[in-house]
């Protein structure tokens, strides 16, 4: 019962570099979302997608990218990484997009940018 | 836009111990509101989901409570142990289709043996 699983778990960049955080789902899922959590902030949208091959932005999408590559896979992408952009990022998935479906996440990614 | 605020930030306290957890948010009009679980270095787990016609919801030890009219909800733990120890959020649906929840900053819960 894998769920939602990310990778990779830990990542230190330096700033300028580019990477992509892999995410995938077996829940057969059509939402899927990418979420980061600073300190004291709670968790910020980034990025979802609502069903295979949509995306929209979230509160937060300045700096990255995604692909829906399939309906299990979800990837964000970092073009250029910057020090603001450290955080721990959260990918999480749920039936629809609707009103009040359960919403499962992965374990996160702990990226650092210096 | 919306605002979720979490009153305490931490929170430590005795084994056996009833405790409450605050959460507040700016505009009333929310689709429902969740309460999560976070334990260190994992994600979220959804521990209950209250609707906006709901008042409250129960599972176990834990009782969610909300009063949509003053943008106000209460997690209540009974009996708390230590393996209450965690990070709680709240989050609120602001009743777009997506999930796009409006998330608190957390409490973080100490329970001591």
């Known amino acids: 019962n894998a769920g939602v699983t990310q990778t990779p778990k830990f990542q230190v960049l330096k700033t300028g570099q580019s990477m992509t955080l892999q995410c995938a789902q077996d829940?057969?899922?059509?939402?899927m979302y990418w979420y980061r959590q600073d300190p004291g902030m709670g968790l910020r949208l980034i990025y979802y997608s609502a069903s295979e091959g949509t995306t929209d932005k979230g509160e937060v999408p300045n700096g990255y990218n995604v692909s829906r590559l399939n309906k299990r896979e979800f990837s964000l992408r970092l073009e250029s990484a910057a020090p603001s952009q450290t955080s721990v990022y959260f990918c999480a998935s749920s039936v629809t997009g609707g009103y009040g479906n359960t919403i499962y996440f992965g374990e996160g990614s702990w990226l650092t940018v210096v | 836009k919306q605002e979720v605020t979490q009153i305490p930030a931490a929170l430590s306290v005795p084994e056996g111990e009833n405790l409450v957890l605050n959460c507040s948010f700016t505009?009333?009009?929310?689709?429902?509101l969740q309460w999560f679980r976070q334990d260190p270095g994992k994600g979220l787990t959804s521990l209950l989901l209250?609707?906006?016609?709901?008042r409250e919801q129960t599972s176990g030890r834990l009782n969610a409570s909300l009063d949509k009219s003053s943008g106000r909800s209460t997690l209540y733990i009974a009996a708390s142990q230590p393996g209450d120890s965690a990070t709680y959020l709240c989050a609120v649906h602001p009743g777009e289709y997506g999930n796009k929840l409006v998330f608190g900053a957390g409490t973080i819960l100490r329970v001591k043996s």
């Open positions: 829940m057969n899922h059509n939402s």
């Open positions: 209250i609707q906006s016609s709901q």
């Open positions: 505009d009333s009009a929310i689709y429902n």
